[in-house]
T-cell receptor
């Protein structure tokens, strides 16, 4: 299957700082990428849909000014958690839809964010 | 709204036994149903999927069945092994191309 990478895999930051997470599709071009948040022992919660060249679509209850998404190219989307607080600590997972494989969705390995 | 229910939340089986996880969905326009396996600290991995024009699909020890009339789909794992232990998520792609996940099933395979 297609490969999606995320960087960094783990990040620890101080409260009030901003953190950027990168999501890359390594062997295909993804016009659509998705950002999820996952709390321990819970399912994936869709935060936003990222479309290349246009503004992201945020799910209800997700603050767009808090979670900035930039889909600058067909292989890269970034999520920036601005002014992070301890309650933002979570596992963030991106995924990308591969139009060459019937739009199947492939997930990155996730980023563990800890805000102190 | 759009919803996917998954049962059971936890499943414990003896090595070699079969495991079955069931899901129901609400959006009748859903036409693609993937299953993901997630190991601790990792992202979900697609293990099998089924589209609405098919009733059953099998890949070695894993099979998925779909009943569109009842809006049910199930994952069957035969001859379970300890390495099958993980969290399994079902999902449905709705008519609006949004992926809705089930709550997950934590599978324990005891050696």
């Amino acid at each position: 299957g297609a490969v999606v990478s995320q960087h960094p895999s783990r990040v620890i930051c101080k409260s009030g700082t901003s953190v950027k997470i990168e999501c890359r599709s390594l062997d295909f071009q993804a016009t659509t990428m998705f950002w999820y948040r996952q709390f321990p022992k819970q399912s994936l919660m869709l935060m936003a849909t990222s479309n290349e060249g246009s503004k992201a679509t945020y799910e209800q209850g997700v603050e767009k000014d808090k979670f900035l998404i930039n889909h600058a190219s067909l292989t890269l989307s970034t999520l920036t958690v601005t002014s992070a607080h301890p309650e933002d600590s979570s596992f963030y997972i991106c995924s990308a839809r591969d139009p060459g494989m019937n739009n199947e969705q492939f997930f990155g390995p996730g980023t563990r964010l800890t805000v102190l | 709204g759009e919803n996917v229910e998954q049962h059971p939340s936890t499943l414990s089986v003896q090595e070699g036994d079969s495991a079955v996880i069931k899901c129901t969905y609400s959006d009748s326009a859903s036409n693609y149903f993937p299953w993901y396996k997630q190991e601790l600290g990792k992202g979900p991995q697609l293990i099998i999927d089924i589209r609405s024009n098919v009733g059953e699909k099998k890949d070695q020890r894993i099979a998925v069945t779909l009943n569109k009339t009842a809006k049910h789909f199930s994952l069957h794992i035969t001859e379970t092994q300890p390495e099958d232990s993980a969290v399994y998520f079902c999902a449905a792609i709705t008519g609006g191309f949004k992926t809705i996940f089930g709550a997950g099933t934590r599978l324990f395979v005891k050696a």
